[in-house]
């Protein structure tokens, strides 16, 4: 689906992200791990055209990012942004019908498949009871899980995520990345920023680490979380064993680093 | 007990919010249009309010037989004096208020209003400059002209010297109109000092005035404020979306920076040319944005239009209250800044007592 050929990315003179080459495919849901600092963030606004690399080349389904238009961009890939300020005082459900406007001409109103998507979103997220709520009257979790719900209002096939859930309490975290993984399961995609290292393991089948805007490793889960990954991305001594509990590989970390 | 108190307050606020927007704007219009006729029959010379409509009607079908029984001096009191001071006043405010419901939109603070660039510096040094040279060479259009060149100057030192900072970012727009704002009040004030004994005129003029405009300088305002208002409601829905912040925004469809320079520029020359006709008129442009808000809510597709009557209703409203209503004529600006500052107080204060609950 995306091809990433050569990028470079940089301002001020200082590198951000050097020489990544690599594809996403559909259908998997992808974690980006690595340190502070290490490019993840820039890398997703790569992936979703808000910005363009230096150097090298991406293509979606083939073609040049810089050829398709934003409002085309926006009907495929939408981003859920870590920061969750709004400053004017709208109800949540405005905010999720705003994720609606790349699939509506500007001057017409909702139609009523705009509203089924919106409602059932706000269903699935549990944002009932604040649909008709002023979002600068939440607290930061809530207005985090009404950014979420705003980028699955959006119905694209590819959803970007950047720390989405960092502030969120885990009962919620796992609920809205129970929803982003649905998506996955109908043959949508998901590329995700995480923190969590073992949220990312018990969510990604697919792993890409970087270090320094340089990829360190990309692939399946079970061959790239290991060890000697995380040794070489984070500095950290860690055990990584397949935990049958929840089913997938998890990460016990010591006191030591590097 | 509290918390069911204050959702149905909510409520209440919202049902408010979900009037139809056709039939608000209906209702301003009803209102400016009677504020027209009201406004047009009061004054020094009584005119009666079914002559200012017959009077109206006669002027736009051409029918001079409706005027043929009047007083000769009503028709041209109503249409050559009153009209175009109610028409400036009213295409002024429209323009200050969406002007400044842009600006708020743009700069995502409460507090920016369409001055927040320096424009009315701008606007002000450049006047002061025409009257202190006493500048004759384009007649009565001297002042206006050089209000506006000036407010134009101003927006594009203060865009190129946020530019030079790589964004156009809030903070860094505001900062920039702050310290070029400074300069040119420096230099208002060195002009002052150097009129000497004409400092009054410069004094005067910018504490804004809607006395003696004619025909001409209305249309003028009017083409600009309506191409300004035409791009604003154009835009709207991605306004709505700077709300999210850029990088949402840039996901959603929309490219904020290329959104930013369109909206602060057309913004900016709507403020020129309402600060080149009247003068500086304060508060509009800060405080009909929040009372509109208050009604419609945030989304600008129904903001930017219900602002754009409610400012001409209530610029037109204070005006003629000046004008006609107080026994002598206080400056404009004077009027809107005694009435909107204590206003504003209030609804900042309720604002804040709104977010500790």
Redesign the interface.
Same mark, same amino acid.
Do not use: C
């Given at each position: 689906m995306y091809e990433l050929d050569h990028i470079y990315y940089g301002y001020d003179g200082k590198t951000v992200i050097e020489d990544v080459s690599l594809n996403f495919e559909a259908g998997h849901f992808y974690g980006i791990l690595g340190p502070n600092g290490s490019g993840k963030t820039t890398l997703l606004d790569l992936l979703s055209g808000h910005l363009r690399p230096h150097g090298g080349q991406i293509r979606l389904d083939g073609r040049q990012m810089a050829s398709y238009s934003r409002k085309a961009l926006a009907r495929r890939i939408a981003l859920v942004p870590q920061d969750y300020r709004i400053n004017f005082p709208y109800t949540c459900g405005e905010v999720l019908m705003m994720g609606r406007y790349p699939h509506l001409p500007r001057f017409s109103h909702p139609t009523d498949r705009d509203h089924a998507v919106v409602a059932e979103v706000i269903e699935q997220t549990g944002l009932s009871a604040f649909a008709d709520r002023y979002v600068d009257r939440l607290s930061g979790g809530e207005r985090q899980r009404v950014v979420f719900a705003r980028g699955l209002a959006q119905a694209t096939d590819i959803l970007l995520l950047d720390e989405a859930t960092a502030s969120l309490d885990i009962q919620h975290a796992i609920a809205l990345l129970n929803l982003a993984d649905r998506r996955v399961g109908q043959g949508g995609t998901v590329i995700a920023v995480f923190q969590d290292i073992n949220l990312a393991a018990l969510y990604c089948d697919r792993w890409v680490c970087l270090r320094q805007g340089r990829l360190v490793c990309a692939g399946p889960t079970a061959d790239v979380l290991t060890a000697a990954t995380l040794r070489a991305v984070f500095d950290v001594s860690a055990q990584v064993v397949h935990q049958p509990f929840c089913g997938a590989r998890q990460v016990c970390l010591n006191k030591e680093v590097a | 007990m509290v918390t069911a108190a204050l959702n149905s307050k $909510?409520?209440s606020c919202?049902r408010f919010q979900r009037l139809p927007i056709g039939l608000l704007l209906l209702v301003l219009a009803l209102l400016l249009a009677i504020e027209i006729v009201l406004s047009t029959g009061s004054g020094f010379i009584q005119v009666s309010y079914a002559d200012v409509v017959r009077i109206f009607v006669a002027r736009l079908s051409g029918v001079e037989g409706l005027i043929a029984h009047l007083d000769e001096l009503a028709p041209v009191v109503v249409s050559e004096v009153r009209l175009p001071r109610i028409m400036a006043a009213a295409v002024v405010g429209c323009g200050l208020a969406v002007s400044g419901v842009v600006f708020q939109g743009i700069l %995502? @603070? *409460?507090l920016a209003d369409p001055y927040t660039l320096g424009v009315s510096s701008g606007a002000a040094f450049g006047a002061a400059m025409a009257l202190w040279l006493n500048l004759a060479v384009m007649g009565a259009w001297s002042v206006p002209l050089f209000a506006f060149a000036g407010a134009v100057g101003t927006l594009l030192v203060v865009i190129w010297l946020t530019a030079s900072s790589g964004d156009l970012s809030s903070a860094s727009l505001i900062l920039s109109g702050i310290i070029v704002a400074a300069i040119l009040s420096a230099g208002v004030s060195f002009l002052k000092y150097l009129a000497g004994e004409e400092v009054g005129i410069i004094i005067f003029w910018l504490m804004g005035s809607f006395a003696s405009k004619t025909w001409i300088e209305v249309g003028m305002v009017a083409a600009v404020v309506g191409a300004g208002l035409t791009i604003s409601l154009?835009f709207g $829905?991605d306004l @709505? %979306?700077l709300?999210?912040?850029g990088?949402?925004a /840039? #996901?959603? /469809?929309? #490219?904020p920076a290329r959104l930013s320079m369109v909206m602060l520029v057309s913004a900016s020359l709507m403020a020129a040319a309402c600060v080149a006709v009247s003068g500086i008129i304060g508060f509009v442009g800060l405080l009909v944005p929040h009372m509109v808000?208050f009604i419609t809510? *945030?989304?600008h597709r129904r903001l930017i239009p219900v602002a754009a009557l409610a400012g001409a209703c209530l610029l037109l409203l204070a005006d003629t209250v000046t004008r006609a209503m107080l026994p002598q004529e206080v400056p404009i600006g004077v009027i809107t800044a005694l009435i909107g500052g204590p206003f504003f107080c209030v609804i900042y204060r309720r604002r804040q007592r709104?977010?500790q609950?």
């Open positions: - | $909510r409520d919202l %995502l @603070n *409460p154009f $829905r @709505n %979306l709300a999210l912040g990088r949402t /840039g #996901s959603l /469809g929309v #490219s808000r809510g *945030p989304d709104h977010r609950d």
